[in-house]
């Protein structure tokens, strides 16, 4: 009769992590080791990396037939981070490990030849996994005991080595413990003060931060189109808790997150290059589908300098994660969710040979058009803020000085504070995020004050997804400007950011 043990560990299918229990079973045949559960490449080829790991370490490899099965069988599974749990496993069904050693203990990481234990990626959505399986405690490599200490409600071990581990199982000494988690320290991003003139593009990114709006800014080289897209992190609040916790399990997920600050409160800011794949913007890859810049901008900003130079494809990419909020990519082996819920904000030149000037351009009419016209009418539709950028005319001004960035900041959030009070029992938090047939309906303004948006309509100057939108950003002005609810002022003035000519 074959020996038996068992262990768990964690498989990702993107940032869900599920609790596998590994078995292994000794004897029954020919000398050998059989791997099944759906493993992908890696894991296969981790029963080469056990079996040479484990001899390297002092103990002996069993010269018997070894399958190892993973459960639930349906499940895929890959990567290397089920070493540890294997080689566990093995050493516990040929009777050097007891089995009550390894009960409700998850073991994470991949095992180099000589038994050395190599951190892997995702460490913290498998601590997750592992805390909601109710499995109480659980071993990673020590390099990344940093980011498991993130995680509160389980009995966490960190160790070196695959020695160090089995000392730990068979005699009790202790191993590396997560410290304590240090402060976030908010780097301050650059002064809004640094921007030049530009009192309409200020005013909308304002607009913008207050109510998570989508902006895009038109204008000339040197305008500061880059530098006020920077300066909107300054901004935003700090994040929720279960935001920065999500984030952080996106980064991790990605191999993205910092060491020396595991979790940031800071909204994200990430500013692809316009050369960038499709995969490295709303990800992808080969087989399991990895994270890209949409979900590492995840309650932040997604900042698309040189939009016009982004591929259609590219841009057309970005439409059903503006409205849903997740990105979802279908593989083989299923579909990853994975979260992307982001403000967009775009930067264009009006013209390909972008001069100082207007007055200079050389560009026919036609190429113009067909420069901008790659941002098409439905993700045009999507931004709801839009603004012009005009030539800087002096440095220096004789009149006030601009506003920094706690100036305007403070206003921020207190718009944001009201509108998180008078949207709370729906479960938004800001004006961006509230439906448009609710904003028709339970919230609906006077007759005389959704005129203008009427009469855009009759025009065909807005559809009914931008007269929403443009509802939304009537709101946050009216949050801005301490009212109850929009005015028609408020209402005119969210068309005037929405006016196509601006862009």
């Not at 003139?197 to 607009?207: F, I, K, S, T, Y």
């Not at 913008?208 to 709006?213: T, V």
């Not at 100082?356 to 439905?378: A, F, K, T």
Request: neutral net charge; glycine residues 10%.
């Amino acid at each position: 009769m074959a020996a038996l043990a068992r262990a768990w560990s964690v498989a990702l299918h993107g940032v869900e992590g599920h609790a596998v229990e590994i078995e292994a079973a000794i004897g029954g045949g020919l000398p050998g080791i059989h791997l099944v559960g759906l493993p992908d490449a890696a894991l296969h080829e981790s029963k080469d990396r056990v079996r040479a790991a484990v001899v390297n370490s002092g103990r002996s490899w069993p010269n018997e037939r070894i399958v190892l099965a993973l459960s639930p069988a349906t499940l895929p599974k890959a990567g290397s981070g089920f070493d540890l749990a294997l080689a566990c496993c093995v050493l516990a069904a040929a009777g050097v490990v007891s089995q009550s050693a390894l009960e409700r203990t998850v073991l994470l990481g991949e095992l180099a030849l000589d038994g050395r234990l190599r951190p892997v990626r995702g460490v913290l959505p498998c601590l997750l996994a592992a805390r909601a399986a109710e499995l109480g405690r659980v071993v990673v490599p020590a390099a990344t005991l940093p980011e498991a200490a993130l995680v509160d409600g389980l009995d966490v071990h960190g160790a070196e080595s695959l020695s160090e581990v089995l000392a730990w199982l068979m005699s009790g000494r202790p191993l590396r413990r997560p410290g304590s988690i240090a402060p976030c320290l908010r780097t301050e991003p650059p002064d809004l003060a640094d921007v030049v003139g530009q009192p309409d593009a200020r005013h909308a990114l304002e607009v913008a931060a207050a109510g998570g709006h989508h902006l895009l800014m038109v204008g000339p080289p040197g305008t500061g189109k880059t530098m006020l897209a920077q300066r909107i992190v300054g901004l935003l609040p700090a994040l929720e808790p279960d935001d920065a916790l999500a984030l952080a399990a996106i980064r991790s997920v990605a191999g993205r997150l910092p060491e020396d600050e595991p979790l940031s409160t800071a909204a994200p800011f990430v500013a692809p290059h316009h050369s960038t794949s499709m995969a490295a913007l709303v990800g992808g890859g080969s087989r399991t589908a990895k994270p890209g810049a949409v979900s590492l901008a995840h309650r932040g900003i997604l900042f698309l300098d040189e939009c016009a130079e982004f591929g259609p494809h590219l841009l057309e990419s970005l439409r059903t994660p503006l409205e849903e909020g997740e990105v979802r990519l279908a593989r083989a082996e299923g579909t990853v969710r994975y979260p992307g819920r982001f403000q967009l904000i775009l930067a264009a030149n009006p013209c390909p040979c972008a001069p100082p000037h207007d007055r200079d351009c050389i560009c026919p009419s036609l190429v113009r058009r067909r420069y901008l016209g790659r941002l098409s009418g439905p993700l045009l539709d999507r931004v709801d803020l839009r603004t012009r950028m005009q030539p800087v005319t002096a440095l220096t001004g004789a009149g006030e000085a601009a506003e920094d960035t706690a100036t305007v900041r403070a206003r921020v959030l207190t718009a944001r504070a009201a509108a998180a009070t008078r949207w709370a029992a729906h479960g938004w938090r800001t004006n961006a995020e509230v439906p448009g047939p609710v904003l028709r309906t339970r919230f609906a303004l006077p007759r005389s004050a959704t005129r203008p948006l009427d009469a855009g309509l009759r025009v065909g100057e807005l559809t009914a997804r931008g007269a929403d939108r443009a509802l939304r950003v009537a709101w946050t002005l009216s949050d801005l400007a301490g009212l109850d609810r929009p005015e028609r002022e408020t209402v005119e003035m969210a068309l005037y950011f929405r006016d196509r000519r601006a862009s």
